[in-house]
Nanobody
Framework: QVQLVESGGGLVQAGGSLRLSCAAS????????MGWFRQAPGKEREFVAA????????YYAASMKGRFTISRDNAKNTLYLQMNSLKPEDTAVYYC????????????????WGQGTQVTVSS
């Protein structure tokens, strides 16, 4: 089992950057595929990015590719999401998640979730 805690959210102007972190507890972080999702008010949870346990494979949602970068440090049990060129439509609660099976872009595939961190992008 793993517990996840996100941090790094906040208020930023359009065009700015933020780096989200997700600290994981437990000794098996390196065995989990990890993902970032987001949910805006009144909308469904949306896939953002995912990374395999080995770091060799990454997936991005089309609207984030080129602006967001997912990474992980297995020695520090930490997942990151670097977000650049932020837009007002990126405003949402961002969640990190862990899964024990194949790397996926589908929220239902993930077994563990953090509580989320708010990102607000002003125009």
């Amino acid at each position: 089992q793993v517990q996840l805690v996100e941090s790094g959210g906040g208020l930023v102007q359009a065009g700015g950057s933020l780096r989200l972190s997700c600290a994981a507890s437990g000794r098996t972080f390196s065995s989990y595929a990890m993902g970032w999702f987001r949910q805006a008010p009144g909308k469904e949870r949306e896939f953002v990015a995912a990374i395999s346990w080995s770091v060799r494979t990454t997936y991005y949602a089309a609207s984030m590719k080129g602006r967001f970068t997912i990474s992980r440090d297995n020695a520090k049990n930490t997942l990151y999401l670097q977000m650049n060129s932020l837009k007002p439509e990126d405003t949402a609660v961002y969640y990190c998640a862990a899964e024990t099976s194949t790397l996926s872009t589908v929220a239902d595939s993930y077994d563990y979730w953090g509580q989320g961190t708010q990102v607000t992008v002003s125009s």
